[in-house]
């Protein structure tokens, strides 16, 4: 299909666009019915939800209704969703991934992410057999360190796919990024935007001088500037917003980008976070512009369970 962003090749064959709406924390009907009918006007073909977001069910209902006033074909959208760590017992797995499918009005997902580490292998084991059955397309991990990520390969039929761990020039998360990399992970970074207000004392990525600066030689947004930087960093980005004006910025319209790998929609415009790019420069800037790198999500009241991802260095 002609589509508004790049497709990253996934190890399996399948592949991802670079770009995806995130949902976490939208649940409202009216917003969720909105948010999606504004990011699929605007050329979003990839949204991201989970289980725990508590919006499948509002995702699934916008999405049917939006896909057929637009002519868009199941095969033309690529949706996320994860499991929760409640529903980590191999028997729980299938069940939790039917009733996603069934709250989003789905046959299948085209990935499925295990949310955050509780079980490990027999977890795994059961998510290759959704994979086996039909359900989903690619699995993958969120919030997994590197010795967790090992431990799945060293048992794994099925390979993971992606890695969906928080990334932006607040928390880069290079030497886990660089490591998913290396053994043929996608990443997707959640947070591109540093999750502003999460805690008053830290700095807001879109405020800092550098980002700034930056957006106004491209003349482009502080936000498209940090996408880009997620884009030029290798990454899946998945920037989350719920009013219309930020998420037409956030893939605002631009020149076209042609694929063959959908051909069933109609065509789309591109992004303008395409049409620049950022200097070697600009990039060591943006990287070194939060000095005092620090995760926004860290979960710390999970800090005693078994699988805690974060007490490694990554």
């Known amino acids: 299909m002609p589509v508004c962003a790049p497709l990253l090749d996934l190890s399996n064959g399948c592949k991802i666009p670079s770009i995806g709406l995130g949902t976490f924390k939208t649940t409202d009907s009216a917003l969720v019915q909105q948010a999606i009918s504004t990011a699929l006007d605007a050329g979003y073909r990839h949204i991201d939800t989970a289980f725990i977001y508590s919006n499948e069910a509002q995702i699934g209902t916008a999405l049917k209704s939006k896909m057929a006033e637009m002519g868009i074909a199941r095969e033309d959208i690529f949706i996320t969703t994860k499991l929760w760590g409640t529903e980590h017992h191999p028997h729980d797995v299938r069940p939790a991934c039917e009733a996603s499918l069934r709250r989003l009005q789905l046959d299948y997902v085209d990935l499925y992410l295990v949310h955050w580490p509780v079980h490990l292998s027999d977890t795994w084991k059961a998510m290759e057999a959704l994979v086996d059955a039909g359900l989903v397309r690619s699995i993958g991990l969120s919030n997994f360190n590197r010795a967790q990520i090992d431990r799945i390969f060293a048992v794994a039929r099925i390979k993971p796919t992606v890695l969906q761990i928080e990334s932006s020039i607040a928390f880069l998360n290079e030497k886990l990024v660089e490591y998913a990399h290396s053994v043929g992970l996608v990443v997707t970074g959640y947070a591109p935007f540093g999750s502003p207000g999460t805690s008053p004392e830290l700095p807001n990525p879109l405020e800092i001088p550098c980002v700034v600066e930056i ?100």
């Open 215 to 314: 957006s106004k030689r491209h003349c482009k947004t502080p936000a498209q500037i940090l996408i880009r930087h997620g884009i030029q960093r290798g990454l899946v980005v998945i920037p989350k917003s719920g009013t219309p004006q930020r998420i037409c910025e956030n893939i605002d319209v631009g020149s076209r980008i042609w694929s063959s790998s959908f051909p069933s929609t109609p065509p789309l415009p591109s992004i303008q976070v395409f049409n620049f790019e950022l200097s070697a420069d600009e990039l060591a800037k943006l990287n070194a512009a939060e000095p005092n790198q620090c995760r926004r999500f860290a979960l710390k009241s999970w800090a005693d369970l078994p699988e805690y991802p974060f007490h490694d260095e990554f």
